[in-house]
């Protein structure tokens, strides 16, 4: 069976990508930053049949994406396919006004999360 980890995946996007591929009989991570909403995404799918497993995942932090890897292989020793898709658009500030805070969270969460996720699930090197 192909497995799937997909990023922010309680709503939007990813929360479709993870009804679309556990209609096709994959077998989805649902990652989530946010437990409940997690929770909830991954309860609505496994009642429609999806075999389904939330993962609590915020792609800013390395402790949460460590977290994310033991308990993924608790449950397999092989993870086929990541969708990095969690992403924010930011608050909508203006270039002019926009801080250097203003951007390091949105380049936290949509260039270096991708990185850490990524490296953090690669295969270890044979
Ligand atoms: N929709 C579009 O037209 C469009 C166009 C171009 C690119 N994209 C990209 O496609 C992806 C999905 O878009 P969408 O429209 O489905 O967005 P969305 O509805 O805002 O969903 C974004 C998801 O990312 C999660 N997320 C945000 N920050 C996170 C973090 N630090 N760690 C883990 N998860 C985090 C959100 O979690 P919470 O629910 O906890 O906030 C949510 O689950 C994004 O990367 C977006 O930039 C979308």
Redesign the pocket.
Known sequence: MTSVLI??????????TARRLGELGWRVFL????EG?GRAAAQRLAADGVDVLMVP?????QE?VAGAVRLVREHTDQLDVLV??????GGGVNPADATAGDVHVVY???VY?PVRVTQAFLPPPT
């Open positions: 990023t922010g995946a309680n709503k939007g996007l990813g929360y479709e990652g989530s930053r946010d909403r995942l915020d792609v800013t932090s949460s990095n898709n969690a992403g924010t658009p936290d969460t949509n999360g």
